[in-house]
């Protein structure tokens, strides 16, 4: 398979968006920080919202905050910011009514557009600029003058320009500093749900508690266990980020080295990975978002039930009161 292309500041030399309204739908962590961005970086920045707390702070930085509805309908891009599950809601009443002929609907999420619970008008651009971090993250690094890596992907390229749009916003939040990688909407999706599913929140949780729990019900107390399945891990994860995987090894003891490439593969066998490409499948197949959406439209009771119980797990209780002591040696 070919490499992914990378942009960076020289690619960019188009000015399409400069001039034109950008509607911040959702002035959340993302929304926030993509705003400051690109209102530092030169553009007119608008911001849609409800009137509760995230309308307050979106004035208090110098915003103008309109209804979505009247954002939408001012703005030349419409930036769909806020969380997946309400954005077909808000899209389909205050949006799709505003939307027509050089219009730009822009995601830092593909869900909406691969299963199509949004389906834009044929004569609107469709891109998406999915910065490879959090908010506060993204704004931090553009302040400090460089950026965040970022996905752009085109779905829909009414103007002809849409690509040229969407690196052009991508340079603006100072991800070229840093790399774009060109993407489809489809590819971010599935690889970020899996990502999630799999490995980063779903499959690490997993870990961590049944290596917390092998240890505990063998008699070790759960402090110990603790420090040594979870407080640990960031130090770990911090190396592998560094500098990748033999970089990680290289920096460990001679025992952790051995022990960790022998044993590892006894817990991470083929019958994982087979696992993980059944939840690849779900994933690509809409499985996993329709049982999403139907949780979410019964008023997420499976969601609610797994959240209640897993809070009460013994790591979380001991985790709190070590994460305590931290606290008091840092004050």
């Not at 993407?183 to 929140?201: I, M």
Request: with cysteine; glycine share 10%; charged share 30%.
């Amino acid at each position: 398979m070919a490499e992914m292309k990378i942009y960076h500041d020289e690619d960019v030399n188009t000015d399409y968006a400069k001039g034109k309204v950008i509607a911040i739908i959702g002035y959340g962590i993302q929304g926030t920080a993509q705003a400051k961005c690109w209102r530092t970086s030169g553009y007119k920045v608008i911001v849609g919202s409800r009137e509760d707390p995230s309308a307050v702070r979106a004035r208090e930085d110098g915003f103008e905050v309109y209804s979505i509805a009247e954002a939408a309908k001012k703005a030349d891009v419409i930036c769909m910011l806020i969380p997946d599950m309400t954005m077909k809601k808000i899209y389909e009443e205050q949006i799709k009514p505003t939307m027509g002929n050089g219009k730009t609907l822009y995601f830092s999420h593909g869900l909406n557009i691969t299963y199509k619970f949004i389906v834009p008008p044929k004569e609107v651009d469709v891109i998406m600029v999915a910065p490879k971090g959090p908010g506060k993250k993204v704004l931090e690094t553009y302040q400090e003058g460089f950026g965040t890596p970022a996905l752009i992907a085109i779905a829909q390229n009414a103007s002809g320009r849409a690509k040229e749009v969407a690196l052009e916003l991508a340079k603006g939040l100072h991800a070229t500093k840093a790399g774009v990688f060109e993407s489809t909407f489809d590819q971010e999706t599935y690889t970020d749900l899996f990502g999630e599913q799999a490995v980063l929140c779903g499959g690490s949780v997993e870990l961590v508690k049944a290596g917390f729990e092998t240890l505990v019900e063998d008699g070790f107390p759960p402090e110990m266990a603790y420090f040594e399945v979870l407080h640990e891990l960031k130090l770990i994860v911090d190396l592998v980020q560094q500098g990748g995987l033999e970089f990680m090894w290289d920096r460990v003891s001679e025992t952790a080295r051995y022990g960790g490439r022998t044993r590892g593969k006894r817990i991470i066998d083929a019958s994982t990975k087979q696992r993980m490409k059944e939840i690849l499948k779900e994933i690509k197949d809409g499985t996993f978002a329709r049982e999403w959406v139907d949780d979410y439209n019964a008023g997420m009771p499976k969601f609610r039930e797994m959240k209640e119980n897993e809070s009460k797990h013994q790591i979380e209780v001991v985790g709190a009161r070590i994460r305590k002591l931290f606290e008091l040696e840092n004050k």
